[in-house]
């Protein structure tokens, strides 16, 4: 019987604690939203990370949506040069010097 009590103890105290930090409400909020969506998705677990995660205004979401997108643009631009690069091996075209001595220093290693 002790271990039933410090388990209600114990879940009492953690609900508190959400409660506190704002997650009981912005659960709510969620569910509120999913019940409301016209699509349902096959996940509510899923929908609650993706809708939970993604708040307007939430500066570190937008700070990593900006780091993405620009990763993508330098990943875009090296597939782009790699392509170049392929090209002019393939015709046997000599590599820019920066490009030689950096496979150079590859292939050593």
Not at 69 to 81: G, L, Q, S
Request: aromatic content about 10%; charged content about 35%; hydrophobic content about 35%.
């Amino acid at each position: 019987m002790a271990h039933f009590k410090a388990a209600n103890w114990k879940r009492e105290q953690f609900r508190r604690c959400l409660e506190k930090l704002g997650v009981m409400d912005a659960l709510a909020k969620l569910s509120v939203t999913l019940h409301e969506e016209s699509k349902k998705p096959n996940s509510a677990l899923d929908f609650f990370f993706f809708y939970g995660a993604a708040t307007p205004g939430n500066p570190e979401i937008e700070q990593l949506c900006l780091e993405l997108a620009e990763m993508k643009e330098k990943c875009e631009a090296i597939v782009e040069e790699n392509k170049k690069l392929k090209t002019k091996l393939a015709q046997g075209e000599p590599l820019e010097e920066k490009h030689a001595e950096q496979d150079y220093y590859v292939k050593r290693r």
